[in-house]
């Protein structure tokens, strides 16, 4: 498809590398994080690239003529950090309510004081399971109140 006004110019539909990157005309190009290995279509115009997925338009990006060059989005970088840390922090308070009975219940406590708990999570090793008894002793005392 060719249209006059822009000389758009519609590629047949690509995939995003797992890298979050379409490649076209010997550059890469991102989009948001969550279409890594997904078909796009990219519409390009003689200064500017469009990229859709199913019909939702999810990235522009000023086109380059060089070639072997990356150009990256920033929000793009900036969305897949803060999935990532969301996701770290869910595996380490899954680690940390699996210690004891009365993980949840500490936690809670920790986090009405506005201490960081996952923080405190990202210290804590795999316990073996014969020391969750020592782990589980420990979360009664600090609930009792005698450490806090």
């Given at each position: 498809?060719?249209?006059?006004?822009?000389?758009?110019v519609v590629?047949p539909?690509?995939?995003?590398?797992?890298?979050?990157?379409i490649?076209?005309d010997?550059?890469?190009?991102?989009?948001?994080?969550?279409?890594a290995g997904?078909?796009?279509?990219?519409?390009?115009?003689?200064?500017?690239?469009?990229?859709?997925h199913?019909?939702e338009?999810?990235?522009?990006?000023?086109r380059?003529?060089?070639?072997?060059?990356d150009?990256e989005?920033?929000?793009?970088?900036?969305e897949?950090?803060t999935?990532c840390?969301?996701?770290?922090?869910l595996?380490?308070l899954?680690?940390?309510?699996?210690?004891?009975?009365?993980?949840h219940?500490?936690h809670?406590?920790l986090s009405a004081r506005r201490?960081n708990?996952?923080m405190?999570?990202?210290?804590?090793?795999s316990?073996i399971s014969t020391e969750?008894e020592?782990?589980?002793?420990?979360?009664e005392?600090?609930?009792s109140g005698?450490?806090?």
């Open positions: 498809m060719i249209c006059t006004e822009d000389r758009l590629s539909p690509l995939f995003a590398t797992t890298r979050f990157r490649n076209l010997a550059n890469g190009y991102s989009v948001p994080y969550r279409y997904k078909e796009v279509l990219v519409r390009t115009y003689p200064n500017r690239l469009v990229v859709y199913g019909g338009l999810i990235a522009q990006r000023p380059s003529y060089d070639q072997n060059r150009f989005d920033p929000e793009h970088v900036k897949l950090l999935h840390k969301k996701a770290r922090a595996v380490f899954g680690r940390f309510l699996a210690l004891s009975p009365k993980a219940e500490y809670e406590q201490l708990a996952n405190w999570n990202a210290y804590l090793p316990p969750k020592k782990v589980g002793a420990a979360f005392e600090g609930l005698r450490y806090g």
